[in-house]
């Protein structure tokens, strides 16, 4: 089993930053890829960034450029570091930890980030 503990969320004006952050806990050895979603509301939850052990990154065309996921193994805690802000990025942002795609992963309990001036 593996605990997953957001933080970081908030209200920005758009053009702003924030960086969420993601302490795991348990059985992290059996996980390859941590990840960021989020879901707004009347949307289906997508993927946003993802960082596998080897440390490639993935993000989703919306967020690139303006996303930065990373990791301190010291801490067993994963970052998103959000810059530039927009409205749309508003949404409940979930930490995930897959033990390999397409197996369902653990889950944190969301943390709330709203963009509005």
């Known amino acids: 089993q593996v605990r997953l503990v957001e933080s970081g969320g908030g209200l920005v004006q758009p053009g702003g930053s924030l960086r969420l952050s993601c302490a795991a806990s348990?059985?992290?050895?059996?996980?390859?890829?941590m990840a960021w979603y989020r879901q707004a509301p009347g949307k289906e939850r997508e993927l946003v960034a993802s960082?596998?052990?080897?440390?490639?990154?993935d993000y989703a065309d919306s967020v690139k450029g303006r996303f930065t996921i990373s990791r301190d193994n010291a801490k067993n805690t994963v970052y998103l570091q959000m810059n530039s802000l927009k409205p749309e990025d508003t949404a409940a942002y979930y930490c995930?930890?897959?033990?390999?795609?397409?197996?369902?992963?653990?889950w944190g309990q969301g943390t709330q980030v709203t963009v509005s001036s």
């Open positions: 960082l596998t052990n080897i440390g490639r990154t």
């Open positions: 995930a930890a897959h033990r390999s795609w397409g197996i369902q992963p653990y």
């Open positions: 348990g059985s992290i050895f059996s996980i390859n890829i």
